[in-house]
């Protein structure tokens, strides 16, 4: 399993095509700038990965299980093409220090993926650790809904990007 990395890549990529002035432009009132959602798409997986280590130091709630809607989740290894209410707190993102910033930070939630990845090659982990809303998640789980989180996101990414082409 890579699919998180590829899916980081992708994000790493896109961020290049953009000024830092771009990335803080709020396209529409009430609404995130580019360089937010990469913030909450940062600070959401370094959360997901640090569960996912939570779960392999552990055989904690290996008898737990994920909420209904999320085994549809895993199964369907995406989120529904759909608004999704989430946290109140995202209601308070702040624009990010700097575009190399962006960038570091993506990077290292790579490396951390790929050392995730040899973890799950290398061992029978079995631990669990509670999503806010979701039931558990076993390590392998927390970086699948990684990957499912960037991907959901790309939806939003690009009315952003049509947004700021029509104001340009």
């Known amino acids: 399993m890579n699919y998180p990395c590829t899916t980081i890549d992708y994000w790493i990529n896109a961020l290049q095509q953009y000024s830092f002035k771009q990335l803080c432009m709020v396209p529409v009132a009430g609404s995130w700038s580019l360089g937010q959602l990469y913030v909450h798409l940062i600070n959401d997986t370094k959360f997901y990965l640090e569960q ?6 552990t055989d904690d709630n290996s008898n737990e299980s994920a909420a209904s809607f999320a085994i549809t989740l895993f199964q369907q290894n995406a989120f ?3 608004v999704i209410a989430g946290d109140p707190a995202n209601a308070v993102i702040p624009q990010p220090a700097s575009k190399r ?3 570091d930070s993506l990077v290292d939630l790579k490396q951390t993926v790929n050392e995730l ?9 079995k631990g669990k650790t509670k999503h806010p809303g979701l ?5 392998a ?3 699948q809904f990684a990957d499912m989180h960037f ?3 790309l939806m939003q990414k690009k009315k952003i990007d049509d947004l700021l082409m ?3």
């Open 135 to 139: 039931g558990y998640f076993s390590a």
């Open 101 to 103: 910033q962006l960038k």
């Open 166 to 168: 029509s104001i340009q």
């Open 117 to 125: 990845q040899q973890l799950l090659l290398t061992g029978d982990f």
């Open 52 to 57: 996912a280590k939570m779960a392999f130091a």
């Open 141 to 143: 789980q927390w970086l």
């Open 151 to 153: 991907r959901h996101h």
């Open 80 to 82: 529904p093409e759909e």
